[in-house]
């Protein structure tokens, strides 16, 4: 990022993110098109229902992200909660039923001409991924292009993660089983231990002892940026394998990307609004209801899409929704970035 005129700005690289994702998608679908059969051999490398392919790309995209946790700054949230109460209620007691809820709306009814019963449920439970995930990474770009106060939003993304440990595999199995679909607990356990609690506890560990042998100095200004390309380059690669396994799907049926970004464009910008409003009735001020409601409205779509393959499969509907997910988020996160800054108080 730069601040070369003194207003901020997102890096060019992920200024045009969506770009990259679109791209990848083409050049995924090409190749499933290509490939054919060929390329199930890469579905098939699995170990208790995890592809170990997308396994390493996405432990590659959340550990460089876990290294900036630091849990020790939950220690001053008690000198100003309201925020931080807000960003909880806001997540794990709305987000996740207001996002089930438009998925069955359009799923279920809205897209019934489109999509048997079957495949809706589907489509369902990975927006329900989606929806019960909130933002542990990019909400720090987010934060930043809208004055946000980082060590607040640290506060923030680390509570969400503690929550995660324990709240996302109920929460998920709840939803999903008012869905009628049956869900695997073993394998959503797996998933988290695997994608959340391992390179959690790997972050934290490597943040402690670089800090502690090199200094905060060189591990934030040296040690990180090296990282930060990673978890794009692993996005991204994680795209084109997901979409060269949803290529025939997408190309006998292209519409149906449009039919699922539209519930999730909507329960973004719903999201958003009532956390926004939220935080100015509280009071809150801009630095902090800014990110309150930036991490409420994006997704830990890295989680989502790694549950949505271990659960449903790599060629499933579920995964389908939580990649298409990706796609759309970037863009209306811009968006919601440039009306925070407009709204600023």
């Not at 100095?217 to 084109?240: C, M, N, R």
């Amino acid at each position: 990022m730069s601040e070369s005129t003194g207003k901020k700005q997102i890096a060019f690289f992920e200024r045009y993110l969506s770009v990259w994702v679109a791209l990848c998608i083409g050049v995924g679908i090409l190749i499933g098109y290509l490939a054919g059969d060929d390329i199930s051999f890469l579905s098939d490398l699995e170990v208790y229902k995890v592809n170990l392919p997308i396994a390493i790309l996405i432990w590659m995209m959340i550990y460089p992200m876990m290294l900036q946790i630091d849990f020790s700054s939950i220690k001053g949230v008690g000198k100003a909660p309201k925020g931080l109460i807000m960003t909880v209620i806001i997540n794990w007691l709305i987000k996740p039923f207001t996002m089930a809820f438009f998925a069955w709306i359009f799923f279920e009814h809205l897209y019934s001409a489109f999509i048997d019963p079957e495949m809706a449920g589907e489509y369902i439970a990975g927006a329900i991924l989606l929806g019960a995930a909130p933002c542990t990474a990019m909400v720090f770009v987010w934060s930043y292009l809208t004055d946000g106060d980082p060590n607040y939003t640290l506060v923030q993304v680390s509570v969400n993660d503690l929550i995660i440990l324990v709240a996302f595999i109920p929460l998920v199995g709840f939803l999903l089983g008012i869905t009628d679909i049956t869900i695997p607990y073993g394998t959503l356990a797996a998933s988290i231990i695997i994608f959340v609690v391992i390179p959690l506890a790997a972050g934290v560990i490597t943040n402690k002892i670089l800090v502690a042998q090199k200094g905060k100095k060189w591990f934030q200004k040296v040690f990180l940026p090296k990282f930060k390309p990673l978890s794009i380059i692993a996005l991204l690669l994680t795209l084109i394998l997901l979409f060269a396994f949803q290529g025939p799907n997408i190309l006998d049926n292209p519409i149906i990307i449009l039919l699922i970004a539209v519930p999730l464009i909507i329960q973004t910008y719903f999201i958003f609004f009532i956390a926004w409003f939220a935080g100015r009735k509280l009071k809150l001020s801009h630095a902090v209801c800014s990110p309150a409601a930036m991490i409420g409205a994006s997704n830990f779509f890295e989680l989502a899409v790694a549950v949505a393959i271990a659960l449903f499969g790599l060629q499933s509907p579920a995964a389908l929704v939580t990649v298409v997910g990706v796609l759309v988020e970037v863009p209306v996160m811009l968006s919601l970035v440039t009306l925070a800054n407009k709204w600023k108080y």
